[in-house]
């Protein structure tokens, strides 16, 4: 199957509109070397002629325009099958509108993720006057097959303030773990994720390639740069560096591809000519960018 990356930035992009922190201004200056990101977002195949897209970001059109696997066919049919979602995040939702113009929508969520998008921010309530949208349940631990891939989906614990109230934590936030039907090698999806529990890191035992969360380097990171008072942890993510950290505890695990996504603006690995980007390469891992592609 391929995995390819459609845009690997946490919510907001690199540059984020609103921030002059030291990333943002070197992305836009050019005086340092970086990339512009989008909101993060990947799109799956079993063939690279059918596609499953796993968040819909904002910047969703423009990630469709610069990837030629996503261009129309015939009319308006396109190689997009569904979309499958880890959270009901804005920076992974707000896409869903942008898709209003198609025949429908075949979603893959959570019923806490689907009680969100209807009763909470009522997306889908507006999205369903423009198209109709045939909701999928996603269930932890149940095996899905989508044709020449499946899918099993697993609860990530989070302690994130809840803004809607779903009532519920289960399926709040999910990770996805994919295997090429014909081939039985997996991949997991993972953009989200506060701690790397037993049940998460039991996971990730046999698989050939790891999407990451990487949102942050220090827990406290945007309180150092005056931007916020939240800590990762309070964002419902772990930070990278440091004891404990996700480098820390992954880079000794036997993957063959593992590759951070969801990449705050504020993070210092979106810098290439960082201690922490060096750090991140020596680890055995990878800071994703849009259009990376990666066959498993």
């Known amino acids: 199957m391929w995995l390819r990356v459609l845009g690997s930035a946490a919510g907001g992009g690199f540059p984020q509109w609103n921030c002059s922190c030291p990333g943002c201004v070197a992305v836009r200056d050019g005086s340092r070397p970086a990339r512009p990101r989008t909101q993060s977002s990947i799109a799956v195949s079993p063939d690279r002629k059918h596609w499953f897209l796993f968040n819909a970001s904002p910047d969703i059109r423009t990630q469709f325009e610069a990837f030629p696997g996503l261009h129309p066919g015939d009319g308006r049919v396109t190689p997009l099958q569904a979309v499958l979602l880890t959270d009901a995040e804005i920076d992974h939702t707000l896409g869903l509108l942008l898709l209003r113009e198609g025949r429908g929508i075949q979603l893959h969520a959570t019923p806490a993720t ?137 880079s000794p695990l036997p993957i063959a591809r593992k590759i951070y996504i969801h990449i705050n603006n504020t993070n210092p690995i979106l810098l290439e000519d960082t201690p922490e980007h060096r750090l991140v390469e020596e680890g055995g891992m990878e800071v994703a960018h849009d259009g990376l592609e990666v066959e498993v």
């Open 114 to 250: 689907h009680t969100t998008l209807r009763e909470g921010t009522r997306l889908l309530e507006t999205l369903e006057r423009y198209c109709p949208v045939d909701w999928h349940p996603v269930h932890p631990a149940q095996e899905v097959s989508l044709g020449g891939i499946s899918y099993r989906a697993f609860d990530v614990p989070t302690a994130k303030h809840d803004r809607f109230g779903t009532g519920t934590d289960l399926g709040r936030v999910v990770g996805y773990r994919l295997t090429d039907e014909s081939t039985g090698r997996v991949a997991v999806y993972l953009p989200g994720v506060q701690e790397l529990t037993p049940a998460v890191r039991d996971e990730l035992d046999g698989i050939d390639c790891l999407f990451v969360d990487g949102t942050t380097w220090h827990d406290d990171e945007l309180i150092r740069l005056g931007l916020a008072e939240k800590t990762a942890r309070d964002m419902g993510h772990l930070a990278i560096g440091g004891p404990g950290g996700s480098l820390e505890l992954l």
